[in-house]
Every structure is written in structure tokens, then in C-alpha cells.
């Protein structure tokens, strides 16, 4: 499920690379997703037939943190062309999110950005805060990002 502010578009794009359906929410203009969006989107859903489901709320570090949508965890998304002050300038995300994913690896000889840095101010923020690394692009860290998911449907199952 993907939110954004006023296209598709994401759903578009992801919907190309599975026969599953990607279903679209479209806040027109609102800086994140509610409960009853979510609601409203899950009855177009087989939800019979899925056992993993991500809520991409709309794309920003302020609102997003501060509705809980019924998920089980929050991941904050943040890329190495953000820079590493991202925990410390949104804050609120950090301390809500159990995981985070910083993405866009392959670019680091690109730009200036420490990952040690990023890192401990996350820390700083949610010493709790589990990290995973990746590259979609290369697939760098991929591996480790789908046996965390695949290790959290088992979770799920045996519960």
C-alpha cells in the first residue's frame, strides 16, 4: 500500500514487478496517512492471501510518526544522500521506528556522508533502533533486509 500526496505514481511503478495488486492512497495534500485510509485501502486487498503487507506512508519525517496505523512496527526509511543529521532533525521518527534502513549505499563515494555518524545519532535518538544497510541498485544488503522480513512472517506464523 503506498500513500501519497496527489498521483499513483508509486504504486505504478511497484505494481510492474508483482501480479499482486499495489493499492494506492491519495491524501490530496495531506502530509500523512490515517487509520481509515488504511482501513478504506485494505477492502481492495486479498487479505486471505497475504502475509506480509507494507503501509508506505507519505513521504516525509514529521507527520508519518505521529499515527499509528495498526502496524507491527515502524521502519524509518533514510538515504546517504539525506545526510547523517536526518535522527537528530527529526527525532520523533527515530524514537518511533524499531527499525531503519539506510538506503542508497552504493552512493557513499559519491557524497559526504558518514555512516558511523548517522548511525550514533540515531543511537542517539532510539538506542534501540536496529539498522539495516542497502543498495537496491547493486542489491547490496538485500539479502539481509528480505531474511529480517521472511524471519518476522515465521514470528508471525508460530504466534
Not at 505514481?9 to 491524501?27: E, G, I, M, S, Y
Not at 507519505?58 to 507491527?72: F, K, M, Q, R
Not at 546517504?80 to 552512493?107: C, H, I, N, W
Amino acid at each position: 500500500m503506498t500513500g501519497d500526496v496527489q498521483t499513483q505514481n508509486d504504486a505504478d511503478r511497484l505494481a510492474r514487478h508483482t501480479d499482486r495488486l499495489v493499492q494506492a492512497v491519495v491524501t490530496h495534500g495531506a502530509c500523512h496517512l490515517d487509520a481509515r485510509q488504511v482501513a478504506t485501502a485494505l477492502d481492495a486487498i486479498d487479505l486471505e492471501h497475504t502475509r506480509l503487507l507494507f503501509i508506505e506512508n507519505v513521504g516525509n519525517l514529521v507527520c508519518p510518526a505521529s499515527w499509528d496505523l495498526g502496524e507491527d512496527a515502524k521502519i524509518v526509511l533514510f538515504s546517504v544522500t539525506e545526510g547523517e543529521d536526518k535522527p537528530v532533525k527529526y527525532p520523533k521518527m527515530f524514537q518511533e521506528a524499531r527499525y531503519a534502513v539506510l538506503s542508497k549505499m552504493d552512493l557513499l563515494p559519491h557524497v559526504p556522508f558518514s555512516v558511523e555518524k548517522a548511525v550514533d545519532l540515531a543511537h542517539q535518538v532510539n538506542p534501540e533502533l536496529a539498522f539495516f544497510f542497502a543498495s537496491a541498485v547493486r542489491a547490496d544488503g538485500m539479502d539481509e533486509w528480505y531474511a529480517f522480513l521472511r524471519s518476522q512472517l515465521r514470528r508471525r506464523s508460530a504466534a
